[in-house]
């Protein structure tokens, strides 16, 4: 099993940047691929990144790609959203996720398919 905690959220101005980091405790961090979904007001969650367990597999939804950089640190058992050009559209509750994966490339942006959930870090970006 393993636990999920977020933290990094705040409030910002359109095109700033934050970081959010996704701390995960266990030993066997390893073996999850990590994604990152979020959550705005009224609407579900969806899709934001995802990384695989070697971290050679990165993935991006269409609204964030160029835009956001997902990375994992195995020595640190951290997994990193850094969120540059934000816009006001991007302010939603942010949760980290985790996967239990065989493959080392495996990723997936699917929310039903993770195992795991962080319980959430609010980002807000005023316009």
């Known amino acids: 099993q393993v636990q999920l905690v977020e933290s990094g959220g705040g409030l910002v101005q359109a095109g700033g940047s934050l970081r959010l980091s996704c701390a995960a405790s266990?030993?066997?961090?390893?073996?999850?691929?990590m994604g990152w979904f979020r959550q705005a007001p009224g609407k579900e969650r969806e899709f934001v990144a995802a990384?695989?367990?070697?971290?050679?597999?990165?993935y991006y939804a269409d609204s964030v790609k160029g835009r956001f950089t997902i990375s994992r640190d195995k020595a640190k058992n951290t997994v990193d959203l850094q969120m540059n050009s934000l816009k006001p559209e991007d302010t939603a509750v942010y949760y980290c996720?985790?996967?239990?994966?065989?493959?080392?490339?495996?990723?997936?942006?699917?929310?039903?398919?993770?195992?795991?959930w962080g319980q959430g870090t609010q980002v807000t970006v005023s316009s």
């Open positions: 996720a985790a996967v239990s994966s065989v493959s080392s490339v495996y990723v997936t942006t699917a929310r039903g398919e993770y195992d795991y």
């Open positions: 990384i695989s367990r070697s971290g050679e597999n990165t």
């Open positions: 266990g030993r066997t961090f390893s073996s999850y691929a």
